[in-house]
């Protein structure tokens, strides 16, 4: 099934990558906001088609464009025993006060609430945690 939206016109070109964030509150009145917003907030997506159509936008500085998109796996780190290819797993953000830590970012990925039903597309490699924890970086969606 192919996902269609619209992105600003310097989006709008094949492989680039975005996560959508959520509606913006100047979109509440426009007659196209049902295609800017059917995307999930927090998902990364990666423009795959172009099409022809461009609409005048009041966010965007220049116009918008239709365009097809597919949602994209993210990297995140969550415990070895989670780390199963194809699973199901319920995120949860580890507790971390080491700011500095190098792998702070896939710990606590700013694009995942706790609870969250997510799958796990790709297990990828074990990661050094200065707290002693056993993590392993996978591939969301």
Not at 89 to 105: A, K, L, P, Q, Y
Request: glycine letters at 6%; a negative charge; aromatic letters at 6%.
């Amino acid at each position: 099934m192919v996902l269609v939206t619209l992105v600003g016109d310097s989006q709008a070109r094949i492989g680039n990558r975005f996560y959508f964030v959520g509606p913006s509150t100047e979109c509440k009145e426009c007659k196209l906001r049902n295609v800017c917003f059917n995307l999930e907030p927090g998902s990364l997506y990666e423009v795959t088609g172009l099409r022809d159509t461009r609409h005048e936008c009041m966010v965007h500085e220049s116009e918008v464009r239709v365009v097809e998109v597919e949602k994209k796996p993210f990297r995140a780190a969550v415990p070895k025993k989670l780390a199963i290819d194809g699973s199901m797993i319920t995120f949860e953000s580890r507790r971390c006060d080491n700011m500095g830590c190098e792998n702070r970012r896939l710990c606590c990925p700013w694009n995942v609430r706790d609870g969250d039903k997510l799958s796990v597309t790709d297990v990828m490699e074990d990661l050094d945690c200065p707290n002693g924890e056993s993590l392993t970086m996978v591939r969301l969606i």
